[in-house]
């Protein structure tokens, strides 16, 4: 069984979307008239955008799920659409890449010709999201013909305003198409041999539908589910009941970041025992260094992990948009992540000079006191043309340029900053190539080159430009990219690099590499579990394991990618955070959580009240604050856990721990949303 599409793909970073152009549409999630999806879509706007024959493409059912990673996903208004097959002209194109001239303003008049069609006759409710459709880069639409055997006459009628030179579509799709809607998601996790009898039993009887998760891949292109993005995304109005509350924890989340702040404070700050610090923190000729996170416990500011967990905490934003928008939270995950972009700013003083730290960990380490007033030296660290260091000025390259992306839309003259400084650090750590001399305090395991083609691929993200994505794919062979990973952490992009980049090109090698990856963490693969579920790589920051890879594994269902087992991963490692192991490990959220955290500034109270310096350490007692949000080292490999502020292995609180975990939750809280979990 096969199905033939046409298409012409535009320049662009994204992915097309998949459309039927009936109410038969009621058998396509897309339009269907049921708890889907929400209904109100302005279906009268959407068209074909010059569509030519030489750009056909055919793929069966299982083989589509990769094709609509690799095109371009847009809403087209009618100022985008053209009369006729005309070649683009002059002009400016945000998103055309460099050898690629863009389109040409089409007028109203033109809106209604015989390469657009109307559905306004199957479409009047669905009218009600018409900003949705404004302010769009052109781009193109995968609009299936259904067997007119299955269709009404009227929705024959409306087929027949496609040219058939367009698109076609097999006959069976249309049935394909109606069984999707049958398909109810489970809403409790099971167990590993569970899924696979599932499994056996779903897929007997010839012709069936699989009713998994695994089932819906095109299904997801219909709903708009973009592995880059989920702007514009419509969820449904009844929104799936989960068994832990994701937006509460998201919000947590950005507030353990609003803990670590370095610097003056805003005056609208809401951790309230927290206040103005650092303020002198200087580079060699007296640079403003103020600012950024502190990295844990103590208040260091050390650039590579604060780096790494920008970028990824970005990328959870622009990969779940929607999810972030839904729970209110959009505005908060933005001035979460431009505290630290502000911060990577200033410690671009010259175009080949970067301050990668501050701060002296040995000093920092002996004393126990809160971060105000602190009279400790704070001296600074930088990387130059002398001694330089591709690898924190790489990751510093992803997390100015994903946040860059970020802010696309809300604040363009702000990403054009962040894009400026990124530029400049990619010639930067791209000329003047080695690990950066890291004081003894997060050395880099690996070569500096993961960093150098993370940093390449996102630079190709934000501007679409091919001489990234050819560095890319260069640095990705000459470092062997290909092999599996450690982890996914700060020390390590080898996995995110293998996703990213199977993202951006949609090519099957690098989504290959990461599966290599990916499934060693799967249960009784590779990667050893606790009795109670945890997926356990390492006794430091085991959950920060757990999370990263839960992140990674729910970006890799948005596209496509083992959706059946990548989720139920995802979900029992998140929940055995979130108290499925018998307690919560998230300081402030759900029950028995831990509430004597390693850290110094929670630890001792703002107000004078209580025991300061050392014996703040060894108190009994919890915290006088608490550290909403953070997320705490975890238990050992016996799920034992004790709440002691000394046992700084199980109690240690990071910037990176809580990245990846709070992208994965953003990922869950996404899929909820579309009632897939």
């Not at 046409?6 to 999630?29: D, G, V, Y």
């Not at 002209?89 to 863009?102: T, V, Y």
């Not at 699989?210 to 109005?237: F, H």
């Not at 650092?278 to 103020?290: F, M, Q, R, T, V």
Request: glycine share 6%; with cysteine.
């Amino acid at each position: 069984m096969r199905l033939e599409w046409k298409l012409r793909h535009k320049a662009s970073n994204r992915i097309p979307i998949f459309i039927c152009t009936s109410t038969s549409a009621a058998r396509m999630a897309f339009l269907q008239n049921d708890n889907t999806v929400d209904q109100n879509l302005n279906i009268d706007k959407l068209t074909l955008d010059d569509i030519s024959d030489e750009d056909e493409i055919q793929s069966s059912f299982e083989e589509s799920a990769s094709l609509w990673q690799r095109h371009s996903p847009t809403f087209v208004s009618r100022n985008d659409i053209k009369k006729k097959h005309k070649k683009p002209k002059g002009g400016e194109c945000s998103n055309a890449l460099e050898d690629e001239e863009p389109y040409d303003d089409i007028s109203d008049t033109e809106y209604y010709d015989e390469h657009a069609y109307r559905m306004s006759e199957v479409a009047e409710s669905y009218r009600k999201y018409e900003d949705m459709f404004k302010d769009k880069e052109p781009g193109e639409l995968f609009i299936p013909r259904c067997s007119q055997e299955t269709l009404s006459d009227d929705e024959i009628d409306i087929q027949s305003a496609i040219p058939d030179e367009y698109v076609t579509c097999d006959e069976e799709y249309a049935l394909w198409s109606a069984k999707l809607k049958d398909r109810k998601r489970k809403t409790e996790m099971e167990s590993v041999e569970e899924e696979k009898e599932d499994e056996g039993d779903e897929e007997e009887g010839e012709g069936e539908i699989k009713k998994d998760r695994k089932s819906c891949v095109i299904c997801v292109a219909e709903l708009e589910i973009s592995p880059l993005s989920t702007e514009g995304m419509s969820y449904n109005n009844k929104v799936q009941e989960t068994k832990y509350n994701y937006t509460e924890v998201l919000g947590k989340s950005i507030l353990f970041y609003e803990a670590q702040r370095s610097g003056r404070l805003p005056l609208n700050k809401r951790v309230v025992w927290r206040s103005d610090s650092c303020l002198d923190d200087k580079g060699h000729l007296g640079e403003d260094l103020s600012g950024g996170w502190y990295d844990s416990g103590n208040f260091i500011k050390f650039g590579l992990p604060m780096a790494w967990s920008t970028t990824v905490l970005a990328w959870g934003l622009i990969s779940f948009k929607g999810a972030y928008k839904h729970a209110g939270l959009l505005n908060s995950i933005l001035e979460c992540i431009k505290w630290p972009a502000d911060y990577f700013i200033k410690c671009h003083t010259k175009k080949y000079e970067f301050y990668y730290q501050v701060g002296d960990p040995v000093k920092d380490q002996d004393r126990w006191g809160r971060a105000e007033g602190m009279a400790l030296p704070r001296p600074s660290f930088k990387v130059d043309r002398e001694n330089p260091g591709s690898d924190v000025v790489g990751e510093t390259v992803a997390a100015l340029a994903a946040c860059a992306i970020a802010f696309n839309d809300t604040d363009p003259s702000y990403s054009s900053l962040l894009l400026k400084h990124a530029k400049q650090l990619y010639k930067f750590a791209d000329r003047y190539r080695s690990n950066y001399p890291s004081q003894e305090h997060y050395t880099t395991t690996k070569s500096y080159g993961n960093k150098l083609c993370w940093a390449a691929a996102w630079m190709h993200y934000a501007t679409n430009k091919t001489k990234y994505l050819n560095h890319a794919k260069d640095l990705y062979n000459d470092f062997q990219l290909c092999d599996p990973s450690y982890s996914f952490a700060w020390d390590d992009s080898g996995p995110g690099v293998q996703m990213l980049m199977h993202l951006l090109t949609g090519d099957e090698i690098y989504r290959d590499h990461f599966v290599e990856y990916m499934d060693k963490w799967l249960p009784f693969v590779e990667v050893p579990y606790t009795r109670k579920g945890l997926v356990y790589r390492n006794p430091w920051g085991c959950l920060r394991y757990a999370g990263n890879n839960a992140f990674l594994a729910l970006m890799a269902a948005n596209s496509g990618i083992r959706m059946e087992h990548y989720i139920d991963f995802a979900i029992q490692q998140i929940h055995y955070i979130l108290g499925d192991a018998g307690r919560s490990y998230v300081c402030g959220f759900g029950e028995n959580h831990p509430v004597r955290p390693h850290h110094r500034e929670s630890s001792i109270s703002s107000t004078g009240a209580g025991p300061h310096g050392i014996d703040a350490l060894y108190s009994e007692e919890p915290n006088p604050h608490c550290l909403e949000g953070a997320l705490v080292g975890g238990p050992d490999m016996e799920d034992y856990y004790t709440d002691n502020r000394q046992d700084y292995r199980a109690n240690e609180v990071t910037c990176d721990f809580n990245a990846g975990f709070q992208s994965a939750i953003s990922g869950l809280l996404h899929f909820s949303l579309l009632d897939m979990l």
